[in-house]
T-cell receptor, first 117, second 108 residues
Framework: GAVVSQHPSRVICKSGTSVKIECRSL??????MFWYRQFPKKSLMLMAT?????????EQGVEKDKFLINHASLTLSTLTVTSAHPEDSSFYIC?????????????FGAGSRLTVL | DAKTTQPPSMDCAEGRAANLPCNHS???????VYWYRQIHSQGPQYIIH???NNETNEMASLIITEDRKSSTLILPHATLRDTAVYYC?????????FGKGTRLHILP
């Protein structure tokens, strides 16, 4: 079945540093990937849609200069949290839509828990 | 905003069928209903989706009312591992937007 690998699963960083999270589709090609964030006991919030070979589309209220998304290949999208602050601490989850698979069935990564000190 | 309404929580005895309702009264004719679930601290998992006919797979059954304004996800024999938050989703602008979901507690 379709597998999405997300790395790292946990990261702790100091305030002001940048953190990169990788999302890979292991056994299928994904022209579209989605990035979500989730605060404790809250639902997932869509941050942006990542399209291979083009700029990401950000949801309203999400700073594109702070959350840099790159989707350089059909199997890899990265999210970089720049100049991280404690309020950026959250659970970040990526998902991938299989190319040519039709319906909106997404495969999600296991998530990356970011803690900014 | 999510286009669906779900009860915030439900309990179900282990071994019994869990029936999770979802209201999607504003659904359009060509919009599918999707169900995902999220077990604590993991990424969401796809369960099932449907348009107007009832659907069944190895995980669950999906019953959609004739007017398509509501649906029910059925886990036929709930186990403790089915404890999770279940999300009923109608795609909006080609994006999967999560509502608050239903927190399902399976009671031993």
């Amino acid at each position: 079945g379709a597998v999405v690998s997300q790395h790292p699963s946990r990261v702790i960083c100091k305030s002001g540093t940048s953190v990169k999270i990788e999302c890979r589709s292991l056994d299928f090609q994904a022209t579209t990937m989605f990035w979500y964030r989730q605060f404790p006991k809250k639902s997932l919030m869509l941050m942006a849609t990542s399209n291979e070979g083009s700029k990401a589309t950000y949801e309203q209220g999400v700073e594109k200069d702070k959350f840099l998304i790159n989707h350089a290949s059909l199997t890899l999208s990265t999210l970089t949290v720049t100049s991280a602050h404690p309020e950026d601490s959250s659970f970040y989850i990526c998902s991938a839509r299989r190319s040519g698979f039709g319906a909106n069935v997404l495969t999600f990564g296991a998530g990356s828990r970011l803690t900014v000190l | 905003d999510a286009k669906t309404t779900q009860p915030p929580s439900m309990d179900c005895a282990e071994g019994r069928a869990a029936n999770l309702p979802c209201n999607h009264s504003t659904i359009s004719g060509n919009e599918y209903v999707y169900w995902y679930r999220q077990i604590h601290s993991q990424g969401p998992q796809y369960i099932i989706h449907g348009l107007k006919n009832n659907e069944t797979n190895e995980m669950a059954s999906l019953i959609i009312t004739e007017d398509r304004k509501s649906s029910t996800l059925i886990l036929p024999h709930a186990t403790l591992r089915d404890t999770a938050v279940y999300y009923c989703i109608v795609i909006r602008d080609d994006k999967i937007i999560f509502g608050k979901g239903t927190r399902l507690h399976i009671l031993p």
